[in-house]
Nanobody, 127 residues
């Protein structure tokens, strides 16, 4: 059974940092592309960052230069490092996995391209 479990969310002041984790079981992330998505109340789900098992990560313009995604192959975990957080970053953040053979044939920034999802973790940026 494939499971993705996010952690690391919480309340942080503007300008602060958080690191989200996405721990995988039942699947080896070395064969999957990872996407991070977020959804704020009343808004559509939007893509934040995406990366194939090998190669550069891609970022939404709204987070470019502030967020960094990476993975630990030994721990089978993906991470999203979020710096210089803004109130507009407040949302439920979810990680998702896509089998890497589809990386070049499906829209990497659309949630429907991903096969497995975590339950999400709340990030609130407020003073």
């Amino acid at each position: 059974q494939v499971q993705l479990v996010e952690s690391g969310g919480g309340l942080v002041q503007p300008g602060g940092s958080l690191r989200l984790s996405c721990a995988a079981s039942g699947v080896a992330l070395t064969h999957y592309a990872i996407g991070w998505f977020r959804q704020a109340p009343g808004k559509q789900r939007e893509g934040v960052s995406y990366a194939a098992p090998i190669g550069d990560a891609y970022y939404a313009a709204s987070v470019e230069g502030r967020f960094t995604m990476f993975r630990d192959k030994v721990m089978n975990t993906a991470y999203l490092q979020m710096n210089s957080l803004k109130p507009d970053d407040t949302a439920v953040y979810s990680c998702a996995a896509m089998y890497d053979s589809r990386w070049y044939s499906t829209p990497r920034d659309h949630w429907s391209s991903y096969d497995y999802w975590g339950q999400g973790t709340q990030v609130t940026v407020s003073s």
